[in-house]
């Protein structure tokens, strides 16, 4: 499995060397090189796309975003009282 941090890593070292690059043919190579950790990136990108398209298929239906603020609100205004400094 690719691992997205150490393709990105990848890209900004590329990119550093390729400010400092002076001839063509290790312009090209960089090139190839940051063409491959993009490719990677990509692919693992829509791999994660396509998982979450399966467990949406799956998931019962969400409820719409009223309902949701509506919940996060309360344990927001739980959370507040729960933490509040009492009065003794």
């Given at each position: ?63 719409s975003w009223k309902d949701r603020l509506l919940v996060l609100q309360a344990r927001l205004h739980d ?10």
């Open positions: 499995m690719t691992n997205p941090v150490k393709q990105y890593r990848k890209l900004v070292g590329l990119g550093r060397k390729a400010q400092s690059c002076l001839s063509r043919d290790e312009a090209q190579k960089l090139i190839r090189k940051a063409e491959k950790a993009q490719r990677k990136l990509r692919k693992w990108i829509n791999g994660q796309a396509r998982d979450r398209q399966l467990e949406a298929n799956q998931r019962k239906p969400r409820s959370f507040v009282h729960r933490c509040r400094p009492h009065a003794d």
